[in-house]
């Protein structure tokens, strides 16, 4: 119970520290808990004329576990500002008000905004990587989504021009009716107003139901999978989602995924993809493959930050002042 108080509202004006030794799965939670030290601590003055004494100058947050600490504040920061679209932006913002520090050889030193997300995504192997891209929470199939989808004509002809889509339209319709009824028969249960056998088929009816809305949130996260393999063809590097949409390389996109890149476009902006979650896939993808993604000769795009391939890479400076 102490806990969970700690984690919802509790605050002491003494405190100066909190030890983080739960693993808190929502940045949100984390940060409620780590919070509870901020709380000013303030000695009044006796006379009015006289100024207050600040006693609590700084509070700190230790946490033995970096990997998920540091995921955790890369992901809050990636909720808190959805304009900027470069993660390092978002994390630098953030630690000027946050500062992050690490022990490092027998002392203490502040991370910068590069160093945080190296640290946050050090422990992605490939396997968990492509975990990371089949994970159910990168699309959204609840009705009000569907809906939108079902009312848009172009979002649905290019879903249905993939193969595994086509029967799209009446797979829509039938989880939302179904979706529906169920939810009618289930008011009419709570009046108690439905038999034993209706209440069997209500159960029957409501896991058809969730059969085919997993079976088109499966074809849509197999679809999601084919993006990082866009995203290592591509010479583009790719930060955040708004970058594999952009009109870069439309035919290599259009080979991979089986739509255009304003089709997808389209359906992320009718929420069909998660955008917080996919940006984070991106960014690690991007990390994780960051030293193979450019190569000399072949870059044709000026904003890339290195050229070469694995540990032989340099920077774009560096590479312009040796062909000069």
Known sequence: MIIDKLTTGVSVPEWTGIFMLRNLTRPETYFQAAFRVRTPWVAKARHASDDSVIIKQNCYIFDFAPNRALRQIAEYCNELNTTERNPEKKVAEFIQFLPILAYDEAAMRELDAASVLDMATSGTTATLLARRWESALLVNVDNETLKRLADNPDAMNALMSIEGFRSLNQDIEQIINRSEA?????????????????????????????????????????????????MYLSEHREMCLEDVIEELEPDLFYKVTGLTQRDFALLK???????????????SFKRYEDSSLGYEHLTRYDGLERVGLWNTSVSRKEFSGINN
């Open 182 to 230: 169920v939810k009618e028969a289930k008011q009419k249960a709570n009046n108690g107003e439905l038999t034993a056998k209706e209440k069997k088929e209500i159960k029957e009816k409501e896991k058809e139901e969730k059969s085919l809305r997993k079976q088109v949130q499966e074809k849509l996260i197999k679809f999601a999978t084919r993006i990082p393999v866009f």
């Open 269 to 283: 902006s009718l929420n069909l993809f998660d955008t917080q979650k996919m940006n984070g896939a991106v960014y």
